[in-house]
T-cell receptor
Framework: DTGVSQDPRHKITKRGQNVTFRCDPISEHNRLYWYRQTLGQGPEFLTYFQNEAQLEKSRLLSDRFSAERPKGSFSTLEIQRTEQGDSAMYLC?????????????FGPGTRLTVL | KNQVEQSPQSLIILEGKNCTLQCNYTVSPFSNLRWYKQDTGRGPVSLTIMTFSENTKSNGRYTATLDADTKQSSLHITASQLSDSASYICVAKAAGNKLTFGGGTRVLVKP
């Protein structure tokens, strides 16, 4: 399967714990995006990378959130001191270029539940 | 502020029937309009991408329309199948900017 993959698919954690999610984009896609999606809502933009450079962060990305893409390939999203409000689906997408018409290909998501 | 609104929030249709989903958007400067299908627990999958110069685009039984003057789009599903049960998300892109997602329309196709 050469699509976008995410790991884990599901994560249950207790409030206050740290969690880390991984995204492997489609090979050679230089743009990588993170989104958060709560039940019944559309995805909300969190941040994106052009190769290894993080170019934009949403105001939704509090100081407890950090994302990296160290070698311009896979990316990690870490949430420190999780809160119940962090419970959501975290989606990763990749895109082959910077043009306005480039399609974003989404992974299956990581479902986070904070107890 | 860029925003996308969809209606209805949800609908139920019988297998074999047609339905139309609506989308109103406000993004500036407008670049393109996308429709995604999202199965429960999965990531969205692209159905169509339309620029301001395209009025209609089809992908199998899915047909999207775009009126850039009124800033409205619709997605028509023909001869619905059980596998069409999903959320359909309208997404507008401003030139040089990130995607703006609507809240989606949840479609349930019943036998």
């Amino acid at each position: 399967d050469t699509g976008v993959s995410q790991d884990p698919r599901h994560k249950i954690t207790k409030r206050g714990q740290n969690v880390t999610f991984r995204c492997d984009p489609i090979s050679e896609h230089n743009r990588l995006y993170w989104y958060r999606q709560t039940l019944g809502q559309g995805p909300e933009f969190l941040t994106y990378f052009q190769n290894e450079a993080q170019l934009e962060k949403s105001r939704l990305l509090s100081d407890r959130f950090s994302a990296e893409r160290p070698k311009g390939s896979f990316s990690t999203l870490e949430i420190q001191r999780t809160e119940q409000g962090d419970s959501a689906m975290y989606l990763c997408a990749s895109s082959p270029g910077t043009g306005d018409y480039n399609e974003q290909f989404f992974g299956p998501g990581t479902r986070l539940t904070v107890l | 502020k860029n925003q996308v609104e969809q209606s209805p929030q949800s609908l139920i249709i019988l297998e074999g029937k047609n339905c139309t989903l609506q989308c109103n958007y406000t993004v500036s400067p407008f670049s393109n309009l996308r429709w995604y299908k999202q199965d429960t627990g999965r990531g969205p999958v692209s159905l169509t991408i339309m620029t301001f110069s395209e009025n209609t685009k089809s992908n199998g039984r899915y047909t999207a329309t775009l009126d850039a003057d009124t800033k409205q789009s619709s997605l028509h599903i023909t001869a619905s199948q059980l596998s069409d049960s999903a959320s359909y998300i309208c997404v507008a892109k401003a030139a040089g900017n990130k995607l703006t997602f609507g809240g989606g329309t949840r479609v349930l196709v019943k036998p």
